[in-house]
């Protein structure tokens, strides 16, 4: 007897809803939200600097919009310059985003994060040995002075 192509039996309906929900399921659990992303390294004139890996720069993520103690992860560069959020800490939301190593400009950047997360790329430039800044003692009473927002100061604890 030959089959009418037109007429869909109940177990193709139940298999293709089976199939759908399982393609669902992988697509929300294999996509949380996330920010990932790139480092380099960069002279003044936006080159690359060769033989300086951004290995172990510091990239810390805030959620603008988020309670306290919701609101910030930090993840580490590893040697190729890549990073990503640690699992499961960012929800979707804007978030302010800043890279800082050692002997480079600190970059920030402002992002939205859906529900896929977010790729982003930094490109951090060197600090030039003229404008380092050292610390060093104090050679006179004007070093010794503390501007407002230099030092946090803590009550005591009594």
Do not use: H, W
């Amino acid at each position: 007897m030959a089959r009418n192509p037109l007429v869909i039996d109940r177990r193709e309906i139940m298999n293709a809803r089976a199939l759908f929900a399982l393609t669902a399921l992988l697509l929300v659990s294999g996509c949380a939200a996330n920010i990932r992303g790139t480092v380099q390294l960069v002279d003044s004139r936006q080159q690359p600097i060769p033989n300086e890996s951004p290995k172990g720069a510091v990239v810390n993520m805030i959620n603008t919009k988020a309670a306290v103690e919701q609101a910030s992860a930090s993840a580490s560069v590893d040697e190729r310059g890549e990073f990503e959020s640690p699992k499961d800490s960012i929800k979707p939301g804007v978030y302010k985003v800043e890279v800082s190593r050692i002997g480079y400009e600190t970059q920030t950047e402002t992002i939205e994060v859906g529900s896929f997360g977010k790729k982003v790329e930094f490109k951090l430039r060197k600090i030039d040995e003229a404008k380092r800044k050292s610390i060093k003692g104090a050679t006179s009473d004007e070093d010794k002075i503390i501007n407002p927002g230099e030092v946090n100061i803590q009550a005591p604890e009594m």
